[in-house]
């Protein structure tokens, strides 16, 4: 089994993804604001549908390993991380300690705020491209150690507004760019690691209502697709046979 970092593991789609890899029995570092919602995620990882479970395992060459039958609860730290201030967060891991290989991050973190580029200030701008790409970028360096020795895998959840600008979205739009840029330079410098880039299309999260709540419409999730259906899409890339890397994904409601 491996070990996994999960930015933002509170949200819709990092919690999601932090549920289905509590079940394959990997063990989990999630991180975001809230220490006392990032507990109640872990406690909730000790019953439930995340306890005693009975997987297939393959090996890292792909082929069929075993089945193993995970323990109830699975091992899971917890770190707060302010992603608004990444010039912070070196020191913040290195104070949590970090293990010396992680085979996986998922980037699932991200702020919107919707506005014309004649309404948006430099804040906007600024708070959007803290979180969504300079502390993935910042993260993802400090991580790179690690990462290298485990020969790790790096999932940077980014939107279809990463492929597509639309009005309104111009700041979100080019935090998504940047990160898909990020993706693509890093898979160039990296041989050893794998690096997704998954664009989901909208998806039924808190975020998704948000920006309903801008736009000045009715929210219903069930015209989106569910974060449970995004993270099935991720954790199949992340599982993907060693031989291969699935470099990009789209997920769109249908």
Known sequence: MGTYLITGATGGIGAAVAGLLAERGHELILTGRSRERLEALRNSMASGRHGRTQILVRERNGEPGGVRTTTPGTVARVIP????????????????????????????????????????DADHWIDQLMVNLVSAAELTRILLPALRAARGHVVFVNSTSGLRAGPQWSAYAASKFGLRALADSLRAEEPSLR?????????????????HAQEGRHYDPARFVDPATVARALVAALETPADAVVSDITVRPH
Not at 95 to 106: I, N, Q
Not at 197 to 203: A, E, K, M, V
Request: net charge negative; aromatic share 2%; no cysteine.
């Open 195 to 211: 690096v997704t880039s998954l664009f989901p299309g909208r998806t039924a999260t808190e975020m998704q209502r948000k920006v």
């Open 81 to 120: 991380l302010d992603l608004s201030e990444p010039r912070r967060l070196e020191a913040a891991l290195a104070e949590a300690g970090l293990p010396d290989r992680l085979d996986g991050v998922v980037h699932s973190a991200g702020v919107v705020d919707l506005g014309a580029v004649a309404d948006q």
